[in-house]
């Protein structure tokens, strides 16, 4: 399961994009190896990015952090 805030980002590297898919050919080379992912983002405009990198039915937004369960 990956938990996460928002787009991409690193120290050394701006470009989005190419943020985007480094975490795309990370999340490949997880699949590759046979590990099954599952992306939960809170960041509310991840929808443009996030299936990107993740593909299709392999995240939620959650996009109301009041939404999430506190148990």
């Known amino acids: 399961m990956i938990l996460t805030d928002g787009s991409p980002a690193d120290i ?6 190419h943020l985007r898919m480094d975490a795309k050919k990370a999340a490949e080379k997880l699949h590759s190896q046979g590990i099954i ?11 443009h990015y996030v299936q990107l990198i993740f593909g299709q039915n392999h995240y ?4 109301n952090v009041q939404c999430i369960p506190e148990n």
């Open 60 to 63: 939620i937004v959650i996009d």
């Open 37 to 47: 992912y599952y992306c939960n983002t809170l960041d509310p405009s991840a929808h």
């Open 12 to 17: 050394d590297e701006r470009d989005p994009q």
